[in-house]
C-alpha cells in the first residue's frame, strides 16, 4: 500500500478510535428520531425531509468541531506534525472523516423516505442535498481550525443564520431575489447550481484549510 | 548507519515580544546536548524549530549536505520530540499508540518495540491519559527507538518528576543510548543535576541568544551552575 494512503488509513482509523462512540450514539438517535417521524408522524413527505435535513445539518456542523477542538485542546496535532505525516495528509484524514460520518447519516436516515424519493424522479435533490451538508461540515473544519472556540465553532452557523434571515425578509417584503433557494431546489437545473456552489464550498473550505494549516507553526494550531 | 552533522545556521525567530537567535551550531552524532536556560530564554522555540513545528523567521538547517526544508517528511522519520506538555492521544492505550506509530514511521521495528515496551515496563493497555509524566516520557522514548530516530529532543522531561523519577529517566536515557551508539539526544532543562547526569555537552541559551556552548566536557552540577550565573553576569554587563 501507498505510504500516503497508509498513513491517511491510520489517522482515521486514530478518530474512529477516538470519536466512533460518540458519533454512533448520535447518528443512532437521529436514526431513530428519523425512524420514529416517519412512521408515527403522518407529516407531508416534504416536511418530514425537511426536518431529517435540518437534524443533520447541525450534526455535520458539530461533528466538524468536535474532530478539530480535541486535538487543538489537548495538543495532538503536535505529535502528529512531529512525525512524518505531511499537512495534506492530516487536512484530508479530517475532512475524509466527516464526509464518511456525513454521507452515513444522511443515507441512513434518507434511506427510510428513499423510495419515495427515487420514484418522485429526484434523486439529483438528494445528492445535491449531500452536497450542502458536505461543504456545511467542511466550513466547519475550517472555521474550528483557524480560530478560537467561540468564534471556530460559531461562525459557520451564524453565516447560514445570516443568509436564511436575508432569504427570509426578503421573501416577506416581496422584494424580487436573485436566488430563491426554494424554487431553486424545485427545478433540475436549480439544483445543479446549488450542487456546484455547494461543491465549489467544499473545495474551497479545504483549500483555505490546507493553505492555513500548512504556513503555520504548530503553536498556532493549537488552545 | 552513518549520521550526519545537524547545523544550524543563523535561525533566527521572532515572535511579538520575543527574538531567539541568530543561533548558529552544531550537533554532532552520538553526542548528548544539554540545553540550558532560564524560562524565556528560547529552549522550546530552538527545539520547535529544529523539530519543524515551528518556522524559522530567517536562516537554514542542514543534515549533512542536505538542507531541511519546512515540512520535511524526510527529515521527521529521523528524530523523535517528546515534550513537556501532553504529547500523545490521552484516549487511546500505550497498545494502540504504538500501532498508530508503527503505521507513521516507514523505518518502524515492530520487534524492537515490543522488545523496550517489556524493557520499560510500559503499561500497554492503559490509556495514555492514566500514566505518570515519566511513563509517558518512557512511552515517547520507545518510539523514538523503534522508528530508529537518529535525533531526540526532549523539552523539560524532568519538570515536575519526584527525584526517584528523575533517576528513572536517566537511565532510560543511558539505556537509549545504549541500544542506539549513533543517537544524538538534545535535553532542554534548567536542572543542573540533569545536564551533570547525562550531558557531554552543554548550551546555554539567554534571552533568545546563545550565549555558551561547553563541548566534550562532563561538568559536574556546580561547575554547570557557575557557568550559568557567570553568564548571566556577562549578559547583564553587555545588556
Known sequence: ????????????????????????????????????????????????MSVIFTFNFLLAGFWGDWLISREKTKGTFAWIRSTPV???????????????????????????????????????????????????????????????QKLGQNLPFLLVGLFMAIVTIAARTGEPMLIDPERLLRTHQGVVLIASLAAATFVGAVTLTLHWVRRSDTVQLLE | MRHALLALRDIEKQYSGFRLGPVSTTLA??????????????????????????????????????????????????????????????????????????????????????????????????RVKALSKGTRVKLGLVAALAHQAEFVFL????????????????????????????????????????????????????????????TGGSLTGPELEALYRDTAVSARESA
Open chain 2, 155 to 214: 523539552d523539560e522531561p524532568t519538570a515536575g518528576l519526584d527525584p526517584d523519577a528523575r533517576e528513572e529517566f536517566y537511565a532510560v536515557v543511558r539505556e537509549l543510548r545504549a541500544q542506539q551508539p549513533g543517537v544524538t539526544v538534545v535535553v532542554s532543562s534548567h536542572i543542573f543535576q540533569d545536564l551533570e547526569a547525562l550531558a557531554e555537552n552543554v548550551l546555554i541559551l539567554r534571552h533568545g541568544r546563545l550565549v555558551r556552548c561547553v
Open chain 1, 86 to 148: 505531511d499537512d495534506r495528509e492530516l487536512v484530508l484524514a479530517k475532512v475524509a472523516a466527516v464526509s464518511i460520518c456525513v454521507t452515513v447519516l444522511w443515507t441512513a436516515t434518507s434511506v427510510l423516505c428513499g423510495a419515495a424519493y427515487w420514484l418522485a424522479g429526484r434523486a439529483h435533490l438528494w445528492v445535491g442535498l449531500l452536497l450542502i451538508l458536505l461543504a456545511f461540515a467542511a466550513v466547519s473544519i475550517a472555521s474550528r481550525w483557524r480560530f478560537g
Open chain 2, 29 to 126: 552524532p552520538g553526542r548528548v546536548y544539554g540545553l540550558l536556560g532560564p524560562n524565556g530564554a528560547g529552549k522550546t522555540t530552538l527545539l520547535n524549530i529544529v523539530s519543524l513545528q515551528a518556522r524559522p523567521t530567517s536562516g537554514s538547517m542542514w543534515y549533512g549536505e542536505r538542507r531541511i526544508e519546512w515540512h520535511d517528511a524526510w527529515w521527521k522519520s529521523r528524530f523523535a520530540y517528546v515534550r513537556e506538555n501532553p504529547w500523545f492521544y490521552p484516549e487511546l492505550t500505550v497498545r494502540r499508540t504504538l500501532r498508530l506509530a508503527s503505521l507513521l514511521y516507514p523505518k518502524w521495528n515492530p520487534e524492537r518495540a515490543r522488545r523496550l515496551a517489556t524493557a520499560f515496563d510500559l503499561p500497554l493497555d492503559d
Open chain 1, 1 to 48: 500500500m501507498n505510504a500516503s494512503v497508509k498513513r491517511l488509513a491510520a489517522l482515521l482509523a486514530k478518530d474512529a478510535a477516538i470519536h466512533g462512540r460518540d458519533i454512533l450514539l448520535t447518528m443512532g438517535a437521529l436514526v431513530g428520531l428519523s425512524a420514529a417521524l416517519w412512521w408515527f408522524g403522518r407529516q407531508p413527505f416534504d416536511v418530514l
